[in-house]
């Protein structure tokens, strides 16, 4: 069974600084994905940012950029710049062979003003 | 693209009733999946078809729980009889496979009193 791990119920923010969120994961596959998902109170699932396991480059979306960690299983989301509009939970989600997509536990972002 | 569609949006039942819950997933995304979020359990996968045919229905909780893909463009989720325990969001999303994570609807939220 895939395991998702986010340690972080909860972050605060001052608008425009910086927030990152961990994630550790667990898997003995060497080919799969990552993923993270936004939750705003609408309760819309959102996909934020995706990583491939076999390149060794973070991904970046705009404000959202990862830490990818292969040999430590760790997948980090930075939030630059921070927004009112980040307020959110954020999901770590991890999608192995089986087209299954796990999810960690989320930590809930709150941006103050 | 409208994107994955579910309704109702909200459903308030009583305890002992069917309750029918329905998804339109993205033209050409050859997968489904249906989750189920709760506070304590968080997302958890109930049930995914590819290419209509059921391929994992490990998450279903118990024999009220039944889904059904009758063509590429509809799934159904089904809970007969209901339960105040089955209240929670019920999100369906559909998928092209591979890497490309999911597209998530708008989920239902499903009350039973």
């Known amino acids: 069974a895939q395991t998702v791990t986010q340690s972080q119920p909860e972050m605060s923010v001052q608008e425009a600084e910086t927030v990152t969120l961990s994630c550790t994961y667990d898997?003995?596959?060497?080919?799969?994905?990552l993923f993270w998902y936004k939750q705003p109170p609408s309760r819309q699932m959102i996909l934020v940012i995706r990583?491939?396991?076999?390149?060794?480059q973070n991904a970046t979306e705009n404000r959202f950029s990862v830490n990818f960690q292969k040999a430590a299983k760790s997948f980090s989301l930075k939030i630059s710049d921070s927004q009112l509009g980040d307020t959110a939970m954020y999901f770590c989600a991890s999608l192995l062979n089986d087209y299954k997509l796990s999810f960690g536990a989320g930590t809930t972002v709150t941006v103050r003003a | 693209d409208a994107g994955v569609i579910q309704s109702p949006r909200h459903e308030v039942t009583e305890m002992g009733q069917e309750v029918t819950l329905r998804c339109k997933p993205i033209s050409g995304h050859d997968y489904l999946f249906w989750y189920r979020q709760t506070m304590m359990r968080g997302l958890e996968l109930l049930i995914y078809?590819?290419?209509?045919?059921?391929?994992?229905d490990s998450g279903m909780p118990e024999d009220r729980f039944s889904a059904k893909m009758p063509n590429a463009s509809f799934s159904t989720l089904k809970i007969q009889p209901s339960e105040p325990r089955d209240s929670a969001v019920y999100f369906c999303?559909?998928?092209?496979?591979?890497?490309?994570?999911?597209?998530f609807g708008s989920g239902t939220r499903l009350t039973v009193v």
């Open positions: 999303a559909s998928s092209m496979g591979g890497g490309h994570g999911y597209t």
């Open positions: 898997t003995s596959e060497n080919n799969y994905y």
């Open positions: 078809f590819n290419n209509n045919v059921p391929i994992d």
């Open positions: 990583q491939e396991a076999y390149k060794q």
